[in-house]
């Protein structure tokens, strides 16, 4: 039997952890693993890097959306994709 | 003799993305003789973002040559996938592995998506539940296949090309946690067991460009996230022309997978 200790007060951060991450993985809109979430104080940070800046949005909706009381920072960046500037030597 | 190779994995496409890498893939023709693709080319495996994949690195003036990742089988389309992209002229492997001729020699090319289990000393076992089994047959297998290819190519350079990683030099930045999850050491134990010149994989999105197996053959982490352009280019051969030895940035920060 769980005990619920504090009817009413957030859950620990560690499950909020895992279930915005585990959101953003199994949501088809979203489906990426290469989001860190972390809980500061009484905002949510984002950190992460996608493809597209579209994606980056869809990630902040969503969130918000399942934690709508949550200030959410988000410091997520979209990989770049020019050409490479130097080449590797393997001898 | 030199070969020219790009590679990068983890493009993860889907409508969003179509054009972003197509500009710097126009200018491949200048700078290699071989495009290799190391898996997780959709963000879910439908055959609509296979096809995004087909007009993003189809009809290039270099081959390309790719393995899918565990997120090109999310929606158990692996056929139609694999379909696309070859109708596109992209070349899939599994298993197996192909030979190109290129102004260098003989290029051989052998590809495995391959799987998890973990590194020497901390990895999974063949024992207990039937998952488990399962879970570390299905590394072995695909080890297994990737050996036999390496060994079956008739060329002048052998690569290897998976998506999960064979080392753990290259997951730096990743939890050591999930490691197990990132790669396995049967898939090195393969590369080794042939003549590899290079291994390219992807899949740790938080990893570093470089490591090296047991038996000293050169791996790089080629995932998008890793290294931030559209793709690195290796000069793999016997002469070293000084000049152009230059260091590739360090990999990124962040603390993630997929
Ligand atoms: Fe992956
Ligand atoms: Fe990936």
């Known amino acids: 039997m769980t005990h619920h200790r504090d009817i009413g007060a957030a859950p620990p951060d560690e499950y909020v952890e895992a279930e915005i991450q585990r959101l953003l993985v199994e949501d088809p809109a979203v489906a990426e693993q290469g989001i860190t979430v972390i809980r500061r104080e009484r905002a949510l940070v984002l950190y992460g890097e996608v493809e597209s800046p ?22 997520i960046g979209v990989i ?10 393997l001898p | 003799m030199v070969i020219r190779i790009a590679a990068v994995g983890d493009v993860h496409l889907d409508e969003d993305v179509v054009g972003r890498f197509r500009p710097a893939l126009e200018e491949l023709p200048e ?16 055959e609509a973002e296979a096809r995004c994949v087909a007009e993003e690195f189809g009809g290039l003036a270099v081959p390309v040559v790719t393995v899918l990742g565990n997120h090109d089988h999310q929606c158990d389309q692996v056929p139609q996938v694999v379909k696309v992209l070859e109708d596109a002229g992209i070349t899939v492997l599994e298993g197996n592995g192909v030979v190109l001729d290129c102004a260098g020699g003989r290029l051989g090319i052998a590809g495995v998506k391959g799987f998890g289990g973990g590194f020497a000393g901390r990895c999974a076992s063949d024992f207990g539940e039937p998952e488990m089994k399962a879970f570390v047959r299905t590394t072995t297998d695909s080890a297994d296949r ?28 990743e939890p050591l946690e999930i490691y197990p999850f990132l790669g ?25 460009e470089r490591g090296t197996t047991p038996g000293g053959v050169r791996v790089r982490n080629v995932a998008h996230p890793v290294i931030k352009q559209a793709y690195s280019v290796f000069h793999v051969g016997d002469q070293l022309d000084t000049d152009q030895v230059s260091p590739i940035g360090q990999s990124g920060s962040q603390r993630s997978w997929s």
């Open chain 1, 54 to 75: 579209h994606r980056r949005e869809e990630i902040l909706r969503l969130v918000s959306e399942r934690f709508p009381d949550v200030p959410i920072t988000s410091d």
């Open chain 1, 80 to 89: 770049r994709t020019q050409a490479p500037t130097e080449i590797e030597q």
């Open chain 2, 31 to 46: 700078c290699a003789d071989v495009l290799l693709l190391a898996g997780d080319l959709t963000r879910h495996g439908t």
């Open chain 2, 184 to 208: 396995s050491y049967q898939l090195g134990q393969a590369i080794d067991s042939a003549p590899t010149a290079l291994a390219v994989h992807g899949h740790a999105h938080a990893g570093t």
């Open chain 2, 146 to 173: 990737l050996g036999a290819a390496l060994r079956s190519l008739d060329c002048d350079m052998l690569v290897a090309l998976t998506h999960y990683s064979p080392v753990p030099d290259t997951l730096a930045g």
